[in-house]
């Protein structure tokens, strides 16, 4: 390895954040760069604060004070937000175009990368548990601009051994792809595995 090699490009800096909720701090003063190539475990017990974390992080959310740099970034709740009506396809359909994606843009790729293509013509109402979280994490592996920053709330819940691995490589590949990732999860083999960089830890 070079030693004078430049650091990876930061893709997302935080600085001196702060939230409250209800009232009462959650933290203070805290500080991220998320770097070009990492995946890195959001971690913390239960109420400390990685969900508020998370979509402060993504913009859905006013920090209490602090700053954000932020560029391309795709975030995934614990909820799936998919519309219950639609088939798997067009659900995938309606997020490319939200994303602004060409209208002939390839779907089955994503599908395929989740195990999901089966299941395209499916209502989305129709799924189990773990299809329905498969079907949403399809959207990461639609085309994206080089640099994106996924920002991901417990990514691996109802996933089974396949779902997992599948998500796994999704991670690994987005990163050394030069993009990064932040990730909550209560499943630590799966993150452990899974992880490059530091963890990031709140405390309760
Ligand atoms: N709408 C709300 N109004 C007031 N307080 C809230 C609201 N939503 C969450 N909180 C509080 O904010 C704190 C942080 O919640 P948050 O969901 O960010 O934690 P978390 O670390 O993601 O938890 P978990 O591991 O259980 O998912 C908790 O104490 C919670 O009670």
């Known amino acids: 390895m070079n030693a004078f090699a430049d650091p990876p490009a930061a893709l997302l800096q935080a ?77 995938l359909r309606w997020t490319a175009g939200w994303q602004g994606l060409p ?21 989305v109402r129709l799924l189990s548990q773990g299809q329905k979280r498969r079907a949403a994490l399809a959207a990461l592996a639609l085309p994206q601009p080089a640099g994106t ?8 819940d109802a996933l089974d051994d396949d779902g997992v691995a599948r998500l796994q490589g999704l991670l690994t590949a987005h990163a050394e792809a030069g993009g990064a990732v932040l990730f909550t999860s209560h499943q630590e083999a799966a993150a452990v595995a899974v992880r490059r960089g530091d963890d990031l830890r709140l405390a309760a």
């Open 149 to 156: 920053v996924w920002l991901l709330d417990e990514p691996f």
């Open 103 to 123: 209208a002939d843009t390839p779907l089955k790729p994503a599908l395929e990368r989740l195990g999901l293509a089966r299941e395209a013509r499916r209502p």
């Open 15 to 91: 600085h001196d954040l702060t939230a409250e909720r209800g009232g009462r701090p959650l933290w203070r003063g805290l500080a991220l760069r998320l770097s070009a190539g990492e995946c890195r475990w959001l971690r913390g017990a239960n109420g400390s604060g990685k969900t508020t974390l998370l979509r402060t992080l993504a913009g859905l959310r006013a920090p209490a004070a602090g700053r954000i740099e932020r560029g391309p970034l795709r975030y995934l709740g614990h909820a799936n937000a998919l519309s219950a009506e639609l088939t798997v396809l067009e659900s």
